[in-house]
């Protein structure tokens, strides 16, 4: 059974520091691996996908990796603001899932300090 | 676009009692999917559906029942409320491949006392 891995539960960090946030995972047979963004009170909001052929993701701040043999993404978010603070969580989409049938972690609660 | 609308946003029920959580979304997407999300167990999927007229149970499937007859909507049938149905709820959607990111709703928090 495939089991999502995310440490630190919670990270506290200076404002402009450069982070990293970890996802493992026990099973490489994966489609797609997905980190997401949640503010208190809201749903998640989708930042990178990962698809199983690719290595990494990039968007703005943000770079998503992603080693299929040791069962590992991570999540850089360069140069660090207080408006990213949130709770980020990964998930997994396994070989023979449907698209509906992501595995999440609990999640990394992220506060950036002013 | 609105994207993916769920209603109420907060819900009071007494144990017994039966309610539906609405969810449509706008973007025409085949999947469509239910969430509980619970302090310290995280997000288990409850229900999903491929598309209209289709749908399976996910990990925590029961005392919830569900249903698809069109593309746009997904309700959440509690058939009987029970304190440990006490959660937020979140309907999420998307196209099918395996490049489609998942889209959330704002959630639903329902108390069951």
């Known amino acids: 059974k495939q089991e999502v891995t995310q440490i630190p539960a919670a990270l506290s960090v200076p404002e402009g520091e450069n982070l990293v946030l970890n996802c493992s995972f026990t099973?490489?047979?994966?489609?797609?691996l997905q980190w997401f963004r949640q503010d208190p009170g809201k749903g998640l909001t989708s930042l990178l996908l990962?698809?199983?052929?690719?290595r990494e993701q990039t968007s703005g701040r943000l770079n998503a990796s992603l080693d299929k043999s040791s069962g590992r993404s991570t999540l850089y978010i360069a140069a660090s603001q207080p408006g990213d603070s949130a709770t980020y969580l990964c998930?997994?989409?396994?070989?023979?899932?449907?698209?509906?049938?992501?595995?999440f972690g609990k999640g990394t609660k992220l506060s950036v300090k002013p | 676009n609105a994207g993916v609308t769920q209603t109420p946003k907060f819900q009071v029920l007494k144990t017994g009692q039966s309610m539906t959580l609405q969810c449509a979304q706008d973007?025409?997407?085949?999947?469509m999917s239910w969430y509980r999300q619970d302090p310290g167990m995280g997000l288990r999927l409850i229900h999903y559906?491929?598309?209209?007229?289709?749908?399976d149970q996910g990990e925590v499937p029961n005392g919830y029942n569900v249903s698809r007859s069109t593309t746009e909507d997904f309700p959440l049938r509690l058939l009987s409320a029970a304190p440990s149905q006490t959660s937020v709820y979140f309907c999420?959607?998307?196209?099918?491949?395996?490049?489609?990111?998942?889209?959330f709703g704002n959630g639903t928090r329902l108390t069951v006392t």
């Open positions: 999420a959607s998307s196209y099918s491949g395996e490049g489609s990111a998942l889209h």
């Open positions: 099973d490489s047979a994966i489609y797609n």
């Open positions: 990962i698809q199983s052929s690719q």
């Open positions: 998930a997994v989409l396994n070989y023979g899932g449907s698209q509906g049938n992501l595995i």
């Open positions: 973007m025409n997407h085949e999947y």
């Open positions: 559906s491929v598309g209209a007229g289709i749908t």
